[in-house]
Each structure stands twice: as C-alpha cells, then as structure tokens.
C-alpha cells in the first residue's frame, strides 16, 4: 500500500511540473477559473476523449475516472476545457470569442462543426486562430471533442460566434 501512494503521488507531481512548464496552466483547485460576471451558456461535465492538432503539434486525451477526466463550458466570452487528473490537479484551455478575451489572450474561436469519427464517435469541432506565433505549433489549431449530441453545443457556440461583442440578447447595444 506505501508503494502504491508514493507512485500516485510521484504521477501527480510529476504531472503537475510537466504542466506548468510545458501545458496550460495548471491548479491545485478544482473549480473552473471563470471571470467577474462571466455566464455559463451551456456545460458538458464529462466528454469521452479530445484531441488538438495545429502543425505539427497533435495531442490526444481520453476520460480514464479517476486517473483523468475533461469537462467543457461555453460561457458568454469562451469555450473552456478542464482536464482533471486523479481529481487533485486541474488544467484549462480557452477559446475566446471574438472581441470578449483578455488582451493578452489570444485564442479565437473561428468556427465549429460535428462530425463522427468511427473509431471514438461523435465529436464537436472548434477551429480556432492565434494572433501570436507559438514555437510548437501553427496558428490554426483544430480541437475536436468526442461526446454524445454534439449538435446542441455546436448550435450555442455558432450562436456566440455570430453576435456582436457588447450586444444584449435582443441585439440592442
């Protein structure tokens, strides 16, 4: 049993280093990192696999409970993806709607489709730009996200895609 924890605990922190060095960034706290009057439209509490390409760069999860486990929210500014490993440490990624990010944050949401692939299933695709050149990858980069219904997600994002940045819901400024 001692073995067995201090292998658990050498894949948590070893996890933990390799992600604040080389991942998105990574929290020891659990809840989603959402902004000061930030919306949630529509959320997907677990998804059965993701993959990301851009260039070169092609990475691939899948949902393993409790070793790791990915989330999805659409909120009034972005797509966020959670990934949980072994419940303790959390990493995000966002994509920002056009006009609704931080300066500083530079991932576009360029459009979004579905699509079944017919190893892993059903999958909601977000293409996306960078406004900054990375060293590991292109500015396009593909995120596919594999869970059941896709279409209801896509149809939100499309919808968040199209309305202009500091419209109500009605269209009026």
């Known amino acids: 049993m001692k073995d067995f924890l201090i292998v658990v605990t050498s894949?948590?922190?070893i996890s933990w280093c390799a992600g604040r060095i080389f991942g998105p960034p990574a929290s020891l706290n659990m809840l989603p990192s959402f902004l000061l009057g930030e919306k949630v439209l529509f959320l997907k509490r677990w998804v059965l696999a993701a993959s990301g390409r851009s260039g070169l760069y092609y990475r691939w999860s899948f949902s393993i409970p409790p070793v790791m486990?990915?989330?999805?929210?659409?909120?009034d500014r972005r797509v966020l993806v959670v990934?949980?490993?072994?419940?303790?440490?959390?990493?995000?990624?966002?994509?920002?709607?056009?006009g609704r990010g931080k300066p500083v944050d530079n991932?576009?949401?360029?459009?979004?489709?579905?699509?079944?692939?017919?190893?892993?299933?059903p999958y909601l695709e977000i293409v996306?730009?960078?406004s900054v050149k990375?060293?590991?990858r292109s500015r396009r980069c593909?995120?596919?996200?594999?869970m059941k219904n896709p279409e209801s997600m896509?149809?939100?994002?499309?919808?968040m895609i199209t309305k202009v940045p500091g419209t109500t819901d009605d269209g009026n400024k």
């Open 142 to 146: 593909q995120v596919r996200i594999f």
């Open 107 to 121: 991932e576009v949401v360029k459009e979004v489709n579905v699509g079944k692939s017919w190893i892993v299933g």
């Open 134 to 136: 990375q060293w590991c």
């Open 11 to 13: 894949i948590i922190f």
């Open 154 to 159: 896509r149809r939100v994002i499309t919808e």
């Open 128 to 130: 996306s730009e960078s």
């Open 83 to 98: 990934f949980y490993i072994f419940r303790t440490i959390k990493f995000e990624y966002s994509l920002w709607f056009e």
């Open 69 to 75: 486990e990915q989330g999805l929210y659409v909120t």
